[in-house]
């Protein structure tokens, strides 16, 4: 089945952004369908968004389809718990276990209007001046506001 270039476009985006969210761990995908649930890289997905671990989700290696299955629905369960994506957001643990690419492209895009929203909430603190005063405030907190200086 031939791939379609808009779904080339979206492999190619969301592989570059979650790049981007795995370069702290040293880690990265070559295809964000294929190598989401290969080893670690879904856990160091969840601990860049969060910015919390879970012990639930650890390696996909070696695990049967209904495990993965499983994995993803944790995974799913983590995110709202961390208020990432809305508690009213259904996905099909099934289908994104099994890479459909809608799936896979329906949450990851909620994952990158997180990272919107956050950026935008921080707009003002974000856009000032002075690298001291960015870097006087760790950006993980919930109320970042501005430092007077």
Do not use: Y
């Amino acid at each position: 089945m031939e791939t379609s270039e808009l779904d080339l476009s979206r492999i190619h985006g969301f592989t570059s952004w979650i790049n981007m969210r795995l370069m702290p761990f040293e880690q990265g995908l070559n295809h964000i369908l294929t190598d989401l649930m290969k080893g670690t890289n879904m856990k160091m997905l969840l601990q860049s968004v969060t910015g919390t671990t879970t012990e639930k989700i650890q390696s996909f290696e070696k695990l049967s389809p209904e495990q993965i299955r499983t994995r993803c629905e944790w995974a799913v369960k983590h995110l709202k718990e961390h208020q990432v994506i809305p508690e009213d957001v259904q996905v099909d643990a099934r289908l994104f276990a099994v890479r459909s690419a809608k799936h896979v492209f329906d949450l990851l895009w909620r994952l990158v209007e997180h990272d919107i929203w956050f950026l935008w909430e921080r707009i003002d603190f974000l856009l000032q001046d002075e690298a001291v005063a960015l870097l006087s405030v760790p950006l993980k907190e919930k109320n970042v506001c501005k430092v007077e200086t």
